[in-house]
């Protein structure tokens, strides 16, 4: 190491030292014309992850998209009439309010006496 070069302790980059910052042609980092280690390597149960948690990502974005094309759907192709037949058994008929759907007639329960 030459006299002229002072070591510095670690300490964050002021603006006045951005400068010291320089790329090549070919992409390389420089810093005080040193190059700098940007090359990165996982281990391989690293990578596994990765490609866990990559597909876990496409997947929920794939739902995502699949909900929105469902609501998309309703909001512009199901008239309100549509909508409100499909919603409204229970206004029209008590019964179907205690009832689950698929209960056939004979088995149905009497809806709750009022008081």
Do not use: C
């Not at 014309?33 to 940007?38: A, E, I, P, R, W």
């Not at 596994?48 to 597909?55: E, Y």
């Not at 794939?62 to 998309?72: E, K, P, Y």
């Not at 689950?100 to 149905?108: E, K, S, T």
Request: hydrophobic content about 45%.
């Amino acid at each position: 190491m030459a006299p002229s070069e002072k070591i510095m302790a670690p300490h964050p980059i002021n603006p006045a030292e951005v400068g010291r910052f320089s790329i090549d042609d070919d992409g390389r980092l420089y810093w005080d014309g040193k190059v700098l280690q940007t090359a990165v390597s996982l281990t391989h149960k690293q990578s596994v992850w990765a490609v866990i948690l990559a597909i876990a990502t496409l997947l929920a974005a794939l739902a995502t998209v699949a909900n929105a094309g469902a609501n998309i759907y309703v909001a512009f192709f199901k008239s309100p009439v549509q909508i409100e037949r499909r919603e409204s058994p229970a206004k029209s008929d008590p019964a179907s309010a205690v009832q689950p759907q698929g209960v056939p007639p004979d088995r149905a329960v009497a809806p709750p006496a009022k008081r």
